[in-house]
């Protein structure tokens, strides 16, 4: 009995700790882009992203937008 409960609370911590730790775990943020050429400098309150004529094009360029742009 005594060995059941321990076995229960050791698997229970191990849980909670996986659980809590890839919860904390943050997503990796996208570092490459299939735009060819240097970012350009872009007024404050824009930053520069990389638009594409379609998901499988590679006709793909540079523009300055503001974060609620559409």
């Known amino acids: 009995m005594r060995n059941t409960i321990?076995?229960?609370l050791?698997?229970?911590t191990a849980a909670a700790f996986i659980v809590g730790t890839v919860a904390s775990t943050p997503a990796p943020t996208p570092t490459?882009?299939?735009c060819?050429?240097?970012k350009p400098i872009c007024e404050p309150g824009k930053h520069?992203?990389?638009i594409c004529e379609s998901d499988i094009s590679l006709n793909c360029k540079w523009i300055c937008a503001s974060p609620g742009a559409q």
């Open 32 to 34: 490459v882009s299939r």
């Open 36 to 38: 060819i050429g240097i």
């Open 6 to 8: 321990l076995t229960t």
């Open 10 to 12: 050791m698997f229970g």
């Open 48 to 50: 520069p992203i990389c």
